[in-house]
């Protein structure tokens, strides 16, 4: 396979929609089944081995089939977890003797022997999801690609998605304003304002290229949308029956895994290839179960137990595996429940978070108003269909893990990590002892005679204290929370009672509510909580990751003043999964995960530093203190208001015209071209330099000579660190770029908003305010240039190391690259001339962005790291790397210092079609070699 992956004459997608196709297809239809070959990719009909299980699910509809797998009479299909029985149908679906090979199926079938082996299965998705931040770089990718094939001589038409694709535009809102009944409309109003370029060249993609489809902004966050509207479960297409499956440039992706779609987070590298008809090649994976039983308490929420299930198996170690929730305790959480819980699969490190399909989810798609005819029958007949009531159906997993609901209790997690839980009865105490920590996770090392340190200010002619701890931001944003009915109806209930009691937040902080659809809207406004919810700040702002992705927006200058004219460790309080550093914004320093309810009861209080058993919110007007138990609603109460509001009716109105509801959206004007004109004067669309030099003669691989350090750092470096998302700063390099460009702080937008022009997402590479540069011993976007040895911007330090010929590389400790699937977190370390990046562990997604943009990963051998190996970062390196047809997966090679020492590493292409891909330069310079041939 990994000598020639690429099928020019099968291009073919079973899962593509209607629309133009290589006029090889039909003829290269089999008549084995008649008039409907399209079971097959190109002449796949003829070589599939498994022709002979295709089924007819309804005599009354002959027309329709599927691959029926029971007919594989194999007693090893039935103790297959229910995960890996999709990767297996695919493989069968799919099967062609080429791309999907009869072996690959019979590793998937022995799967409890093979999962151990490290083999390679191959994995073609139904289709793939992309949001605007990641989608705007693909797009981008897409026309310099066009650009490419054209100029070595291939026809750039043939660069067009064959695996369908959805963009939903949810990352580019911003919460500028809040508090204010038309916040929503002049958030979106500056939305366009600022993105116009953006929004004109995605739209021009929709129309230039087939099989993608854009859902607008304003309509929602992109797992929601997906979860109620894109989800098929079990996809009927060109008379063939099969699940729905995705890959997904978000890592939250897997939130779809809660309805019992299969689906995970990629690279944005990774996904453009999936788009052009590129099996995903992936370790055939562990499966963990993950058992719940009992139920859990009145007083607990979906987000309480994903919190409890995040920090367990981050302690358990899950990365690179699957895990699948199954026992009786599954049957108590209803979708939206199950689907906060797969949505945060990427904090504690999973692949996927898969729950089967069972009668529960059948309910919800009914209830979203999702045809429903056939799938039950379908999911039955093939053994997908589950019943978590009936042990005899528990299959084999790799491990099994215990979790009773009844001892979950209301937590949060923070202040810098998602997986660091804290129950909320140890809030207080926990704030306490990470105010005086050594700097870290759950350190801000605050000398002791400052911790209760006070700051007086004026706001709006009102006088106002902040101290460390005091809540700064609160916000009800993210796919984690806002799609689940029980936790936003919650935090209404909450609201009204807190009004109702007397209650107020204070004007400074910045409180806002974004809700994952316009659904969430309409059942707010319905059960008459949506007033309460205004009262107390909390009016929406828009219909978008907003808070959680870094679209905070900017604080009041007085508070900005207060806090860092005192070094005041200020806290943001959120219902999202992420809180990394310099994330949610550059002034908040602590950040925690919470469940709307405590969002608002946080901002209530005023600060983090509150023990609700003891200490009150507030008082009443007859000076009655006030409790947090004295307004919480119980599940019985939320369940109540669910079943009444949350109704069908609701999903039609929302989703039957989302494609066509935004006016600004409709009125885009986009060319018709098939190659795009690029603006040389536009600061977010740039055709990117990836593809310069490229021709169709391959280098052999050559080892890196010499190469500088240009960073040190240490463990849990994020994509966020790597390439920021928020703010551009006024002093950094990217803004130098964009005023010298002519544009002024406020057209700064963010550089999420920019991924589309690599002048300044190279800028942009490591300028997180919070990484912590071991060369300079603080938090900084700085680092030594060693010749010199100036302390410098780290993008000017690589430029100088360019013009002086050196090559460079990065040394990093464990889980390097975690956080979010950002493309952009390879493709800036490649533009700065980053050869290669040595760590003790990667984060599975950014691995994969590495190898597709040609920086090797190499990783320490077990027991070692840059300390038992005396490494300062000052050496110089030399890797080097074997002749071509000598590198092998996985293998070790040798690293020599400039001070004569020499050790091993692990060159971490874990497959042979990676290093297919390290041979061409990257996965995107091998796929435009393909189309050129």
């Known amino acids: 396979r990994s000598s020639d992956l690429w099928p020019s004459s099968r291009q073919c997608c079973v899962a593509c929609r209607p629309g133009p196709r290589p006029p090889s297809h039909c003829e290269q239809r089999s008549s084995l089944l008649g008039d409907r070959p399209r079971y097959f990719r190109g002449s796949a009909a003829m070589s599939n081995p498994f022709a002979h299980i295709v089924d007819t699910l309804d005599p009354q509809q002959p027309e329709k089939k599927f691959f029926n797998l029971n007919k594989l009479e194999d007693s090893r299909y039935a103790q297959l977890p229910f995960c890996i029985r999709v990767l297996l149908e695919a493989a069968v679906r799919n099967c062609d003797e080429f791309l999907v090979k009869k072996n690959d199926v019979e590793n998937i079938l022995n799967w409890s022997v093979m999962q151990h082996k490290s083999v390679e299965v191959p994995f073609r998705p139904a289709r793939v999801i992309l949001q605007d931040f990641t989608g705007v770089p693909a797009v981008v990718d897409f026309a310099a690609m066009r650009d490419a094939v054209k100029k070595l001589g291939g026809d750039p038409e043939k660069i067009n998605p064959i695996c369908p694709a959805d963009l939903v535009i949810d990352h580019s809102i911003q919460v500028d304003f809040n508090k204010r009944a038309d916040s929503l409309q002049k958030n979106q109003d500056l939305e366009f304002e600022r993105n116009r370029e953006r929004f004109e060249f995605l739209k021009w993609g929709s129309q230039a290229f087939q099989n993608m489809r854009i859902i607008p902004p304003g309509s929602g966050i992109i797992h929601q949308v997906n979860l109620e509207y894109l989800a098929r479960v079990v996809f009927d297409q060109d008379g063939l029956y099969y699940p729905d499956s995705l890959v997904g440039t978000d890592s939250h992706t897997t939130m779809i895994d809660g309805l019992g779609v299969l689906g995970w987070g990629v690279g944005g590298i990774e996904a453009e290839a999936v788009m052009l008809g590129q099996p995903i090649s992936m370790v055939l994976p562990e499966v963990i179960g993950y058992k719940l039983m009992g139920q859990p308490h009145q007083l607990v929420t979906s987000t309480d137990i994903v919190l409890t299930i995040t920090k367990h198996l981050r302690q358990v170690g899950v990365v690179g595996k699957f895990v699948e929730f199954y026992g009786p305790g599954v049957t108590q959480l209803s979708i939206a429940d199950r689907a906060t819980i797969a949505n945060m699969c990427p904090e504690y490190g999973a692949t996927a978070a898969f729950f089967p399909v069972d009668q529960v989810s059948i309910n919800y798609l009914q209830q979203t108003e999702k045809k429903v005819k056939n799938i039950r029958e379908y999911l039955e007949a093939v053994g997908m269909f589950r019943n978590f009531s009936d042990e005899s159906q528990d299959p084999v997993f790799t491990q099994v893990i215990e979790l009773d609901l009844a001892t979950v209790v209301p937590c949060c997690s923070g202040p810098k990590r998602p997986q660091d839980k804290v129950a909320v009865s140890d809030m207080k105490s926990d704030f306490a002892n990470c105010l005086g920590a050594k700097q870290g996770f759950k350190g801000f090392q605050i000398a002791p005679e400052h911790h209760s340190c006070t700051v007086k200010f004026k706001y709006n002619g009102c006088d106002f204290e902040l101290s460390h701890g005091s809540v700064v931001i609160a916000a009800i944003t993210s796919c984690t929370n806002t799609s689940n009915p029980s ?14 009691a007397g209650l107020t937040v204070k004007s400074y902080i910045k409180t806002s509510l974004s809700p994952g659809s316009g659904v969430v809207t309409y059942y707010l406004k319905n059960s008459g909580v949506m007033p309460y919810l205004a009262q107390l700040g909390f009016d929406v702002v828009g219909y978008g990751c907003m808070t959680c992705i870094g679209n905070s927006g900017p604080l009041p ?36 995960l919470a469940s709307p309810p405590l969002v608002i009861a946080y901002a209530i209080a005023g600060t983090i530093r509150i023990d609700f058993e003891n200490d009150p919110l507030g008082e009443n007007a007859e000076g009655k203190p006030i409790f947090l138990r004295d307004i919480w609603p119980t599940r019985n109460e939320i369940q109540a208001v669910e079943r009444q509001f949350v109704i069908p009716e609701m999903f039609k109105e929302v989703y039957e015209k989302i494609e066509k509801v935004n006016e600004s959206w409709n009125n885009l004007f986009a060319t018709s071209d098939q190659l795009y ?74 550089y999420g908003s920019r991924r589309g022009n690599d002048a300044v997402m190279a800028r942009g590479t490591f300028a997180n305010i919070r990484l912590f540069n071991k060369f300079l011993n603080k938090p900084a976007p700085q680092t030594i240039h060693f ?36 493309d952009w977190a390879a493709k800036g370390p490649f533009l700065l001339g980053i050869g290669a990046v040595l760590a003790e562990s990667y984060e599975r997604i950014h691995r994969s962005n590495l190898v597709g943009m040609g920086v090797i990963p190499l990783q320490y051998r077990p027991g070692e790291n840059a300390e038992t190996l005396g490494l300062t970062g000052r050496e110089r390196y030399t890797i080097v790397i074997p002749e071509d047809n000598d590198i092998k997966p996985g ?21 042979d079609v990676e290093l297919t891909y390290f041979r061409n330069g990257g996965i995107l310079n091998y796929m435009i070699r393909k189309m050129a041939n």
Do not use: C
């Not at 936790?487 to 109702?500: C, I, N, T, W, Y």
């Open 787 to 822: 010749p010199s040895k100036e302390a410098i911007s780290i993008f000017d330090a690589a430029e100088r190391y360019k013009q002086e010929g050196h090559p460079l590389i990065i040394l990093a400790g464990k889980e390097y690259g975690s956080g979010s699937s950002r």
């Open 487 to 500: 936790v936003m109806l919650g935090a209404g209930l909450l609201a009204k009672k807190a009004v109702e």
């Open 677 to 750: 004109s690029w603006n040389s004067k536009s600061t977010y669309i740039k055709s990117p330099p990836f593809f310069d030099n490229l021709t169709m003669e391959l280098q052999p691989p050559k080892s890196i000579k010499g190469a500088y350090a240009l960073l040190n750092l240490g463990d849990s470096v994020t994509t966020d660190h790597i390439s920021p998302a928020g703010n551009i700063a006024r002093n950094s390099p990217a803004a130098h770029y964009l005023t010298s460009k002519g544009l002024t702080p406020r057209e700064f937008n963010s």
């Open 891 to 911: 293998m070790n090679v040798q690293i020599e210092l400039d001070t004569g020492k020499t050790f091993e590493v692990i060159m971490r292409f874990d497959t």
């Open 557 to 592: 200058d007085p508070v900005v003043e207060a806090i860092t004219q005192n070094d005041l460790v200020a806290v943001g309080v959120l219902s999202g999964n992420r809180n990394f550093e310099g994330r949610v914004h550059p002034n908040t320093r602590a950040n925690y």
